[in-house]
């Protein structure tokens, strides 16, 4: 959580809360937290006071790859192949980075198709 703080007089003081209980945390921002409803109460070297409430929130599921069908090609040397996945939970939209037997391609999207043979791996 990044706080833009104006007007009142400097210095500032700062006390947090999340989910209605306090938090050892005295800066501005805050960092590297999880998901939940975080109360800030800004108060100003006159003892005026600004409350603002911030809710982070997290996807329902984590992230989840299935492959819904693999086409194996037809001869040898041929392109002939795809590879279908299944993506849910986490964020979207996805990235994708493909590589092939353990080398990038330039493949971004999420199915392949007119590939050879070989190991694919992607990382969502």
Known sequence: I???I????????????KDGNAIAAITQDLSGIGAGT???TVTDDKGCKAVKTITITQ?????SIAVTSQTNVNCY????????LTISGGTSPYTYTWKKDGNAIAAITQDLSGI???TYEVTV
């Open 6 to 17: 104006s007007g009142g007089t400097s210095p500032y003081t700062y006390t947090w809360k």
């Open 38 to 40: 975080y109360e800030v």
């Open 116 to 118: 050879g043979a070989g």
């Open 59 to 63: 996807p329902s599921a984590g992230l």
């Open 2 to 4: 990044d706080l833009t």
């Open 77 to 84: 040397n041929d392109t002939t192949g795809a590879i279908d």
